[in-house]
């Protein structure tokens, strides 16, 4: 059984910074993709960051060059570094990650619980 624990949120003054973690645990045989979504009040859950297990990222043109996303796959953990947060960030950030609990399964989608970023002055 696969789980997903995000970590980090809290509640930031507009242009501060907070850094999210998720830890993926369980049965695991691999992590391919690895995410960060949010979701706002009233609001569709959205992208914010994407990164793949070689590396490469995309992100949401909202938070390009303010957020930057990263992992570590030694340690199955992806992390989140929020700088000039602004009171439009504010959302519950998912963390997500395609896994495949053994050779030759096809990656699933797994999600954490979500952690709440709130800022406000």
């Known amino acids: 059984q696969v789980q997903l624990v995000e970590s980090g949120g809290g509640l930031v003054q507009p242009g501060g910074s907070l850094r999210l973690s998720c830890a993926a645990s369980g049965t695991i045989f691999s992590i391919q993709a690895m995410g960060w979504y949010r979701q706002a009040p009233g609001k569709q859950r959205e992208l914010v960051a994407r990164?793949?297990?070689?590396?490469?990222?995309n992100y949401a043109d909202s938070v390009k060059g303010r957020f930057t996303i990263s992992r570590d796959n030694a340690k199955n953990m992806v992390y989140l570094q929020m700088n000039r947060l602004k009171p439009e960030d504010t959302a519950v950030y998912y963390c997500?990650?395609?896994?495949?609990?053994?050779?030759?399964?096809?990656?699933?989608?797994?999600w954490g619980q979500g952690t709440q970023v709130t800022v406000s002055s």
């Open positions: 997500s990650a395609d896994i495949s609990e053994n050779r030759g399964l096809v990656p699933l989608d797994y």
């Open positions: 990164i793949t297990n070689g590396g490469s990222s």
